[in-house]
């Protein structure tokens, strides 16, 4: 049976940097009934706290961040690009270790967006591109889906089977 990773905050589990959680969402539930799903927040696993200052990448996007050439900034200017670029590594070993294809993550995150991204002024503006782990993961090979896309990543699955 195939695994998925999926963020932890769409399972219902409080850690976004604000101390909230996203879902659950029924797919995913579902997923999570039949053993499929693979759990992981590369936030905190990088070692960053829950709740913790918001983040977003200083003028770039995900790949740009594992290349070395643009960071990961807190509201209060810290670089937690370490911390992003720990968690993400995380999730690969996760990935491989499972031999998983599919990602469910958090939509607009500057660790797992897939399609959108702040801009890093932290106006609420969204551009287009990909978290860090999102751009680490699909990289290699992974399908990278948000919660956005749970009829998508649900057809991708069936595919995989």
């Known amino acids: ?20 959680a996203s879902g659950p969402f029924d797919q995913l539930q579902a997923w999570l009934d039949e053993g499929r799903v693979v759990p992981l ?20 996007q995900g790949s740009e961040v594992l290349e070395g050439k643009v960071s990961v900034i807190t509201t209060e200017g810290e670089d937690v690009s370490a911390q992003f670029l720990s968690g993400a590594r995380q999730a690969l070993e996760l990935v491989q270790k499972h031999d998983i294809h599919i990602a469910v993550l958090k939509a607009n ?6 399609l959108l991204t702040y801009d890093g002024t932290f106006t609420g503006v969204k551009v287009s591109g990909e978290g860090v782990t999102a751009a680490l993961l ?18 991708a699955l069936v595919a995989q089977d």
């Open 109 to 114: 995150s500057p660790s797992c967006g897939n």
């Open 138 to 155: 699909r990289r290699h090979g992974v399908q990278v889906f948000s919660e956005l896309e749970l009829a998508e990543a649900a057809k």
């Open 1 to 20: 049976m195939q695994k998925i990773l999926v963020s932890r905050c769409l399972l219902g589990h409080r850690v976004r940097y604000d101390g909230g």
């Open 41 to 60: 927040c590369p936030e905190v696993v990088g070692g960053l706290p829950t709740p913790r200052a918001a983040a977003e990448i200083a003028g770039g």
